[in-house]
């Protein structure tokens, strides 16, 4: 009985046994399975977008992780082992633009693709000309020097050039209109612009009959500017006697270096009607014929400032009015009688505009031009 009871008992055991374990290797093979059925692969190449060839060196990870590898000698990566699903591809390389790239990764699939990175530029040292009339790096220039590059230019948005010097050492700069501003260096503010130097392209840039800089009227538009250089200082042992306080020197894009066309348009509120928008258009366009290169460029501004009226400053100038011929303050309406007084004294309730006032009344009392034109013919009226 027991040789009989003792292999049935072990043929037990082990047919028990053998199915335990058959379990186990079957549970083991499952989860290992599962778990490599969600890996793949990303492989593929990192190439310059402008000429195809091959970028070796070039780090490629997965956004977010520390899975990644670095491009051979032909440009080639490879990251296995990436879990299935959507990841984001990011690509560095020295000397051009980060590159991200988003992907799916499926199960047990080798997902190809090819990266083509676009150069950027490197901002190299700064060179000026105007400390010493010849180009030198800055920290060489034997001056205090401040530089507005082209870069800071179209990143910000101004209304005229002097908004670009607002925050530049040494300079003071005062507004009085969208595009009415004086700038001065050094402390030596004034009414007048005469003590620091303006020029355009090494060449003076003031009014010559004035001797005087009207910076609103300088022919250059914002697209055509590559820098603005300003050195403070006395610098009349290089410009002459008007660089008492420093010079202030704008550069304007060679059109043999830098060619092609473009518009810049823009517009704001200064005030609460659509009839005082600020409008403004510059443009520039450049080509080159051989040794010959030629550029136009031009601006347009139209708005409206704030208008400000103090009743004081008219009745001050009482009984002479002082204007400009064809401007508001220039027609007035009478108001009322004369009451017999031939000199009658303006008031603020006189201001008023008159459709068709196309006659300056400045200077003239109110009885002379009267009697030499006649009361229906005035435009007081």
């Not at 043929?11 to 490599?36: D, H, Q």
């Not at 793949?40 to 977008?49: E, H």
Request: with cysteine.
């Amino acid at each position: 009985i027991l040789k009989n009871k003792q292999p049935r008992f072990l043929r037990g055991c082990l047919l028990y046994i053998t199915i335990e374990m058959k379990k186990v290797a079957i549970i083991v093979f499952l989860v290992v399975s599962t778990i490599f059925a969600q890996d793949g692969t990303i492989t593929g190449r990192v190439l310059d977008a402008t000429n195809g060839s091959p970028l070796m060196g070039a780090n490629v990870v997965l956004e977010g992780s520390s899975q990644g590898a670095a491009t051979d000698t032909e440009g080639r990566y490879t990251i296995s082992q990436v879990v299935a699903g959507e990841h984001t591809l990011m690509v560095t390389y020295i000397g051009y633009q980060v590159l991200k790239k988003d992907i799916t990764v499926i199960e047990n699939k080798t997902y190809s693709q090819d990266l083509e990175l676009e150069p950027e530029a490197i901002q190299m040292e700064t060179y000026v000309v105007t400390a010493s009339r010849r180009r030198e790096r800055v920290e060489d220039a034997p001056a205090a020097i401040s530089v507005i590059s082209k870069a800071q230019i179209r990143r910000e948005s101004n209304t005229n050039l002097g908004d670009y010097l607002k925050g530049t050492k040494g300079i003071d700069f005062t507004q009085s209109g969208i595009d009415s501003y004086n700038m001065t260096a050094r402390g030596f503010n004034s009414s007048f612009s005469s003590r620091l130097l303006t020029l355009t392209d090494g060449r003076m840039a003031n009014v010559p009959s004035l001797r005087l800089t009207a910076y609103n009227v300088i022919p250059v538009s914002f697209e055509d500017v590559e820098q603005i250089e300003v050195v403070l200082g006395p610098a009349s042992a290089l410009y002459g006697p008007n660089a008492h306080s420093g010079v202030l020197n704008i550069v304007t894009s060679s059109p043999i270096r830098t060619q092609g066309t473009s518009i810049n348009i823009q517009g704001g509120l200064l005030s609460q009607t659509d009839t005082d928008l600020l409008k403004k258009f510059t443009f520039r366009t450049a080509h080159k014929f051989g040794d010959f290169g030629f550029k136009v460029s031009g601006v347009a501004l139209a708005g409206q400032d704030w208008i400000h009226f103090n009743p004081d400053e008219y009745e001050g100038h009482d009984p002479l009015f002082i204007g400009r011929p064809k401007y508001k303050h220039d027609r007035l309406d009478r108001g009322g009688s004369l009451a017999g007084n031939e000199n009658h004294r303006f008031t603020t309730a006189m201001i008023k505009e008159v459709d068709g006032a196309n006659e300056s009344w400045v200077g003239y009392y109110w009885g002379d031009k009267i009697e030499s034109i006649g009361e229906d013919a005035s435009p007081l009226i």
